[in-house]
Nanobody
Framework: VQLQASGGGLVQAGGSLRLSCTAS????????MGWFRQAPGKEREFVAT????????YYADSVKGRFTISRDNAKNTGYLQMNGLKPDDTAVYYC???????????????????WGQGTQVTVSS
């Protein structure tokens, strides 16, 4: 599976962005999908994840109530809707796919099998 993340950009605090993660291949629907982010000088951190069916979603505490993860398996695409953006959300955002049948907020990044190239999100104050 090859993943392509897009949709990043520069936005003012309080604004919104929607990230997309488009997958190649016909097996995207078999994978859980997650979003991670990495700010300069910081480690990569979990943002959100969604099971292969879309039936369950999990979020980092820092984004709960502001971000929404979703997917459209027919389009081989996952999404991260980000509302109420804050300067602390500034980072490179990565999407990832996971073959595990069960994922949660505690699933570590190393258990994700495929990664996209990242898209920059910058939130100005």
């Amino acid at each position: 599976v090859q993943l392509q993340a897009s949709g990043g950009g520069l936005v003012q605090a309080g604004g919104s962005l929607r990230l997309s993660c488009t997958a190649s291949g016909r097996t995207f629907g078999r994978y859980a999908m997650g979003w991670f982010r990495q700010a300069p000088g910081k480690e990569r951190e979990f943002v959100a994840t969604i099971t292969w069916s879309g039936g369950s979603t999990y979020y980092a505490d820092s984004v709960k109530g502001r971000f929404t993860i979703s997917r459209d398996n027919a389009k081989n695409t996952g999404y991260l809707q980000m509302n109420g953006l804050k300067p602390d959300d500034t980072a490179v955002y990565y999407c990832a796919a996971n073959r595990l049948s069960t994922v949660s907020a505690a699933t570590p990044s190393w258990q994700y099998d495929y990664w996209g190239q990242g898209t920059q999100v910058t939130v100005s104050s």
